[in-house]
């Protein structure tokens, strides 16, 4: 773990990626001459203030954090970022890689030779390997498990064979084991032996012969146990244990939950696999999260945000198209009432609130049912509660903006059987939204369907149809 | 740190969760027994049952983590959480009330005496306190005040004053100092002479006379290095200084990017104040998420889903009444154009297209814009960059769904005029909803607000009426 000093108050010093920003353009500024000094022949004495600022660049940027590069690499157009890319050392390209989000990973990578790409990874863990794996040509691969010693091709093997969402693909294999039936002082003399602990060491792993867990013997309660005590006696052995097919949610939710650094792996014979250790779950839960912002604003991936034009539109097709398939629904629900529309005008002012009230509402229920979902908070006794609960919060809602909405519609059509239908269909709505916005994810949950994704489409879709509907049916029967 | 045991392979036991329920409802069903019985006048056998059962669901449920506790509580309605809230031993209230959600703190709290809530706190840190002191009654925190040795009021007092964001609410005091000429032996044997480390301590502060930090001693580095060596020569001096006043997300950047377990909370001095830890920085993480999440659907803050219909009421309110003045605007929009859609009323079934899909692919860009924002992946070079990109990106999809929209449109209504007006509109309320889609986020930043909070609503508002007024103005110029 490398370190580097912030230091946010006061008068602030450039942050590495405005210092980077400056060097590039110091940087392109003389390039630009180059180009008008070599038509008068002077190319030598400029050249080598280019290479000179070129050395300056190059040297700044491999004093940084690999984090850092990639976070400044993200931040470049693509130009800028294939020169940068250049000057990291061969050394730091794979910890790079592995920092960087999966669209920027793939501009840099297409940008690399297979030789390249094959020792990028020779300063890599196998599990480090496997998370890059998915972007690497087949042919790279390949050469990579020839490269490596029989022991972590096995590793390598493993950690590619888990799914991405599962404990394995968060599982890394620097695990320290030791027995119950040494003395503590053994332990701290065979630590010193190493030259230094795998990061996130909080906890030794206590095996017997056959590999199988016996328990954990945390660090902290190594430095302040006598030495001549057995491993034995101050070990933990009640401990989490996680299985590579577990679902990576629920590590996460252990390590929030009981505040974890590290947590075992093992098989189901409980033979120690290798360990998740917190990093890599604070990187789950971010990208997680963005994930689901992505997906809620039909974005399919994350997007690099200097991508060409038509790989954007790619990324943004799928949900246009689906919500141009419910619009042409709603615009022919529209249409079965044409002619009362054209019997009274203002319906068609009036039939875009009810629809947006509803969806708004609808998309509230929606989050607040997914998000006790995933929380576990809903079951069988429960979601019958919760139904009763939204038709409640629902009906005082229509009621209240119903009654708002029909006196302002009164107030400007001058017509109170109108405001009366608004009212009414505006009670309604929320109704349907209330009622389908707990059924869809519940449903989509009994399906064994993710219930964030696309609940919000299909609320949106019902009340904007079943607005419309609910409102133009009103008023053909009551009005006309 | 209690750990417990997970086993998620092959026949799954009950989880905490179902065990309590059951339980439960086996102490109600006994309750249940007990009222009838009563009229029977044989209370006292089956009271006995009764106690029996209570005292099994106490047993289990003082043996579980406070966190599990917490989640049990979140997921049973208002009187059954009460019930299980009165058995929970005294000692685990206050580390429950920590890891319950606000909502459902607020409900344990207000069934709490004053006396019982001071109680509660005697068990925790002041950095603890501090986050449970926004829901305490005022005199209760007085109490507690009283009750607290004056260094540690002191604490409590700063820690109390650090903004909700900031790094100083989520700083705890537990940090262990050593001076930097000392040998690792005698740190050992200091560490030795302590009971026990506080949980995540992976590293020690160096500090000299002033408490100034001078460097970090990784334990790490501890166990492996010679117990002979100074502290000076194995310290690492180049760390990570936080300042209390900081914004937390800095923070849990920097965590997110090192890889940190703990950092040092210094001042302007840079004198130790205390450090962060990474198990309150998933808490603020999560959170985050969390809150964006509700806060983009309109939720203003995370609801208790057992919560009586008006607090749900409230709580919803804002968001609906915004946007219900949206609504009514792109209502008037449409009413401007009365006379057109009474002369084709076809207008009326398609101008929802033109809004929905508007309001869609602007919030496409919005949720591109504010995430590269909260990255830091812009700066004012990009800033044009990204705009032409989007306009571009909107043009192709205007195009390409426009026509799709405009073909349709003639195979309905057999009239190519209108057709075209509709591929038309789509362009412009597209590139309409890129244009903002960018400069909104921009805009609010630029003004030292949140891009996230309100920019959807926003860019929606805009596409709507817009997207109403487009097309609406472009069949009354063209086709009437």
Redesign the interface.
């Given at each position: 773990?490398?370190?580097?000093?912030?230091?946010?108050?006061?008068c602030e010093p450039p942050s590495p990626?405005q210092h980077i920003?400056f060097l590039l353009r110091k940087y392109k500024l003389v390039e630009g001459l180059v180009n008008l000094q070599d038509l008068q022949d002077q190319s030598h004495t400029v050249s080598s203030v280019q290479k000179q600022n070129l050395a300056e660049l190059q040297n700044y940027l491999n004093q940084l954090?690999p984090?850092?590069i990639a976070?400044i690499l993200?931040?470049l157009?693509l130009e800028d970022r294939l020169l940068i890319w250049s000057l990291v050392k061969a050394e730091h390209d794979g910890d790079v890689l592995l920092?960087t989000s999966d669209a920027v990973r793939a501009t840099l990578i297409t940008d690399m030779g297979n030789q390249e790409l094959v020792a990028a990874t020779e300063y890599l863990d196998t599990d480090e390997i496997a998370d890059l794996a998915p972007d690497l040509p087949q042919n790279v691969i390949a050469d990579v498990f020839r490269s490596l010693p029989v022991e972590e091709r096995e590793q390598l093997r493993a950690a590619m064979s888990y799914p991405e969402d599962s404990v394995g693909a968060l599982m890394d294999f620097d695990v320290i084991t030791i027995r119950e039936d040494v003395r503590l002082e053994v332990v701290?003399r065979y630590?010193?032996r190493?030259?230094?602990?795998p990061?996130?060491?909080?906890q030794l792993f206590v095996v017997d012969r056959n590999e199988q867990l016996k328990g954990v013997l945390l660090?902290?309660?190594l430095?302040?146990?006598?030495p001549e005590t057995l491993v034995a006696d101050v070990m933990?052995a009640?401990?989490?244990?996680?299985?590579p097919?577990?679902v990576a949610q629920?590590a996460a939710n252990?390590?929030?939950?009981?505040?974890?650094?590290s947590a075992s792996v093992v098989d189901?014979t409980d033979k120690l696999l290798g360990r998740v250790t917190?990093?890599t779950?604070?990187?789950f839960?971010?990208d997680k999260?963005?994930n689901?912002?992505?997906n809620?604003?039909?974005?399919s991936e994350?997007?690099d945000?200097?991508?060409p034009?038509?790989k954007?539109?790619k990324n943004?097709w799928g949900?246009?198209a689906i919500?141009?398939v419910?619009?042409?629904i709603?615009?022919?629900v529209?249409?079965l009432f044409?002619d009362s529309?054209?019997k009274l005008?203002?319906?068609?002012?009036?039939?875009?609130?009810v629809?947006?009230?509803g969806g708004?509402?609808g998309?509230?229920t929606?989050?607040?049912i997914v998000?006790?979902l995933a929380?576990?908070?809903?079951?069988t006794?429960?979601a019958w509660?919760?139904l009763v609960?939204e038709v409640?919060?629902s009906l005082?809602?229509g009621l209240?903006?119903g009654t708002?909405?029909g006196a302002?519609t009164f107030a400007?059509y001058q017509n109170a059987e109108l405001g009366l239908i608004m009212t009414m269909a505006m009670v309604l709505n929320l109704l349907l939204a209330a009622i389908l916005g707990v059924l869809i994810p519940l449903t989509l949950r009994k399906l064994g369907r993710d219930p964030a994704l696309g609940s919000s489409v299909m609320i949106t879709a019902v009340t904007?149809s079943g607005g419309?509907f609910i409102f133009l049916g009103l008023a053909t029967i009551f009005l006309l």
């Open positions: 773990m490398t370190e580097t000093t912030e230091n946010n108050t006061g990626q920003t954090h984090a850092d976070h993200e931040a157009p920092e701290l630590l010193r190493l030259e230094e602990l990061d996130h060491t909080d660090i902290n309660r430095l302040v146990s006598d933990t009640e401990i989490i244990k996680l299985h097919g577990d629920q252990a390590f929030e939950r009981y505040d974890l650094v189901d917190v990093n779950v604070i990187d839960i971010r999260a963005e689901e912002a992505l809620l604003a039909g974005l994350e997007e945000i200097f991508a034009v038509l954007s539109v943004r949900w246009l919500n141009l419910t619009a042409f709603a615009s022919r529209i249409g044409e529309i054209e005008v203002a319906l068609a002012a009036l039939m875009p609130i629809a947006g009230i708004n509402s998309n509230q929606i989050t607040m998000r006790a929380l576990e908070q809903i079951n006794g429960s509660k919760l609960k409640g919060v005082v809602n209240m903006w708002i909405i302002f400007i904007d419309f």
